[in-house]
């Protein structure tokens, strides 16, 4: 039986709870994210989006493309509360049900419904009766697809790509729609030349491994419609940190360290909370010109207490050179792995 997959996406979600909760801001562009200078946009209205604001965009060019928006700094906890409703809802059609964050999810209705539009509609009025808001719906065969579709006409929109399609469907696309392929590697396509999936499509696999190594097999089967992946009910927790916009940028590495101290701290809080430990440590920079840089150092052995956590990353930023000064610092432990309750007792103690 062929898969029916689905994927949800909340329309504006932060904006849009925004005006919900504040119908005078209804039809005003509306900007949730850090309101200081050096904050960055999480999230805009679609009347914020037609000046050309997005999200992840410092603010203060926000505020330099839309001098009129509405700024306002994120209600997490209002947020979750709204998330908490919506995903009941989606957990009443099926129990497979991933969550991608807090206002997007995949669902395999392959075995719950016969008719995926009335399936569709269904959640799209529930959600609209209990929370005043609209979400897109991508209905496909497979997660990349489904995706995809969701994207496909928003706000509030219903898009099904079913595979007699394919692949023409995808070929006028730019190729920053394929799921994977991120800013690094959408440039270095454009360096040759392929702008659009129906190029990318026209390349031998072993260009795309060359390429992107083994991920090329990957992106050389989505955009001719094969995608194996499953929807996971539980994901996994893969990885656990912090990170912050400083208020003015430096190359000091003693003021950075007092960054990683403090996020060393929330991130051993959070691994003793989820019962983790971490095999890996990961530092993120972003410098003034907004370019990012990782580097990370997978350890002999598992950590979990703030001073180590601490220590290693600090031994991290130690390694770097800064030839730029840095306006974002965020800190990371990944490779986790579940304690076992003798650890934890011994430990402790």
Same mark, same amino acid.
């Given at each position: 039986?062929?898969?029916?997959?689905?994927?949800?996406?909340?329309?504006?979600?932060?904006?849009?709870?925004?005006?919900?909760?504040?119908?005078?801001?209804?039809?005003?562009?509306?900007?949730?994210?850090g309101t200081s200078e050096r904050g960055v946009v999480s999230t805009c209205s679609y009347?914020?989006?037609?000046?050309?604001?997005?999200?992840?965009?410092?603010?203060? *060019?926000? !505020?330099?493309?839309? /001098?009129?928006?509405? $700024?306002?700094? =994120?209600?997490?906890?209002? &947020?979750?509360?709204?998330? +908490?409703?919506?995903?009941?809802?989606?957990?009443?059609?099926?129990?497979?049900?991933?969550?991608?964050?807090?206002?997007?999810?995949?669902?395999?209705?392959?075995?719950?419904?016969?008719?995926?539009?009335?399936?569709?509609?269904?959640?799209?009025?529930?959600?609209?009766?209990?929370?005043?808001?609209?979400?897109?719906?991508?209905?496909?065969?497979?997660?990349?697809?489904?995706?995809?579709?969701?994207?496909?006409?928003?706000?509030?929109?219903?898009?099904? *790509?079913? !595979?007699?399609?394919? /692949?023409?469907?995808? $070929?006028?696309? =730019?190729?920053?729609?394929? &799921?994977?392929?991120?800013? +690094?590697?959408?440039?270095?396509?454009?360096?040759?030349?392929?702008?659009?999936?129906?190029?990318?499509?026209?390349?031998?696999?072993?260009?795309?491994?060359?390429?992107?190594?083994?991920?090329?097999?990957?992106?050389?089967?989505?955009?001719?419609?094969?995608?194996?992946?499953?929807?996971?009910?539980?994901?996994?927790?893969?990885?656990?940190?912090?990170?912050?916009?400083?208020?003015?940028?430096?190359?000091?590495?003693?003021?950075?360290?007092?960054?990683?101290?403090?996020?060393?701290?929330?991130?051993?809080?959070?691994?003793?909370?989820?019962?983790?430990?971490?095999?890996?440590?990961?530092? +993120?920079?972003?410098?003034?010109?907004?370019?990012?840089?990782?580097?990370?150092?997978?350890?002999?052995?598992?950590?979990?207490?703030?001073?180590?956590?601490?220590?290693?990353?600090?031994?991290?930023?130690?390694?770097?050179?800064?030839?730029?000064?840095?306006?974002?610092?965020?800190?990371?432990?990944?490779?986790?792995?579940?304690?076992?309750?003798?650890?934890?007792?011994?430990?402790?103690?």
């Amino acid at each position: 039986m062929e898969k029916v997959i689905m994927h949800v996406d909340m329309d504006a979600f932060f904006a849009a709870v925004e005006v919900h909760d504040n119908p005078k801001l209804k039809g005003k562009p509306v900007i949730v994210g850090g309101t200081s200078e050096r904050g960055v946009v999480s999230t805009c209205s679609y009347e914020a989006r037609k000046y050309g604001v997005k999200s992840a965009m410092p603010v203060y *060019i926000a !505020k330099s493309k839309c /001098p009129n928006g509405i $700024f306002l700094p =994120p209600r997490i906890g209002r &947020y979750k509360e709204v998330s +908490k409703e919506i995903f009941s809802i989606l957990r009443s059609v099926t129990p497979y049900v991933e969550p991608l964050s807090i206002d997007e999810a995949y669902l395999d209705i392959t075995n719950y419904t016969k008719n995926s539009v009335s399936t569709s509609k269904f959640i799209k009025e529930a959600v609209m009766k209990k929370t005043g808001l609209t979400l897109s719906v991508g209905i496909s065969y497979n997660k990349f697809l489904a995706k995809l579709a969701s994207d496909w006409d928003k706000p509030n929109g219903l898009t099904i *790509i079913r !595979k007699n399609m394919m /692949p023409q469907i995808l $070929f006028p696309l =730019p190729i920053s729609k394929v &799921y994977g392929l991120g800013k +690094k590697s959408v440039k270095k396509l454009n360096d040759i030349g392929v702008f659009s999936i129906e190029e990318l499509y026209k390349l031998p696999k072993d260009i795309l491994i060359e390429f992107f190594g083994k991920y090329g097999i990957e992106v050389y089967d989505r955009i001719r419609g094969i995608d194996n992946r499953t929807v996971q009910i539980l994901r996994q927790t893969k990885s656990i940190g912090r990170e912050n916009t400083l208020k003015r940028d430096t190359d000091d590495k003693n003021e950075l360290k007092e960054y990683l101290k403090a996020f060393s701290i929330s991130i051993s809080k959070q691994l003793l909370n989820k019962g983790f430990s971490a095999k890996t440590v990961i530092l +993120k920079t972003k410098t003034s010109s907004f370019e990012n840089h990782t580097r990370s150092k997978t350890l002999p052995s598992y950590i979990y207490k703030p001073e180590d956590i601490y220590q290693e990353a600090c031994e991290v930023l130690m390694e770097i050179t800064l030839t730029e000064k840095v306006r974002l610092i965020g800190l990371s432990v990944s490779s986790l792995k579940e304690n076992s309750l003798k650890q934890i007792s011994l430990f402790d103690s």
